[in-house]
């Protein structure tokens, strides 16, 4: 009897032990990573070249969090776009959101574009996209493809040009 008493008084300090320890570790200055929360993603459907990941990400932490670049499995570049005069382009610095702020990627305005697809995004699949953040951490979600037909956005001349040598800049647009 004594020996189960004196267990459980060792695994309830233990416990504790644990509980003290993750307080710890989650202060403001924690990964970058352990800020983000993406919800409403998904992804424009698509056969073949290109295609968009749209989403709401938050940044539940107390300080600026930026998104500097992105990938994917599905695709040999992805680019972190913004859309302006109804071109989209790529966004200079990535995607910047503020403490305790939601920043909506949606169509017509920023957005994960996904270049140079490595197989169709059909309907109902999931694309896998991992962002990295400013500090280095990184955080993956999966966004389910739906066929969208809006949203056709020309590819801005961009002063960005490049690095995109040999991607036909002449399909670059959201439309399939
Ligand atoms: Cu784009």
Redesign the pocket.
């Known amino acids: 009897m004594n020996i189960f008493r004196r267990s459980a008084v060792l695994i309830a300090s233990a416990s504790v032990g644990a509980l003290v320890l993750a307080g710890c570790s989650s202060d403001a200055t924690g990964p970058a990573a352990d800020s983000v929360v993406v919800t409403d993603q998904w992804a424009k459907a698509a056969g073949s070249g290109m295609t ?1 990941v749209f989403a709401t990400v938050e940044n539940t932490g107390g300080q600026d969090i930026q998104v500097v670049s992105a990938s994917s499995p599905l695709s040999g570049a992805v ?1 972190l ?1 913004e859309v302006a005069d109804g071109k ?1 382009r790529q966004k200079e610095g990535g995607f910047t959101i503020g403490a305790d702020q939601s920043h909506t990627l949606a169509p017509g305005g920023d ?1 994960i ?1 996904l270049m140079d697809l490595t197989g169709a995004v059909a309907p109902g699949s999931n694309v896998e996209i991992t962002l990295t953040l400013g500090d280095g951490t990184t955080t993956t979600f999966e966004a389910q493809a739906r066929d969208f037909s809006g949203n056709n ?1 020309e ?1 801005g001349d961009a002063d960005s040009a490049d690095g995109m040598d040999g991607l036909d800049h002449g399909s670059m647009n ?1 439309g399939s």
Do not use: D
């Open positions: 968009a680019e776009h989209m957005h574009m956005e590819y959201h």
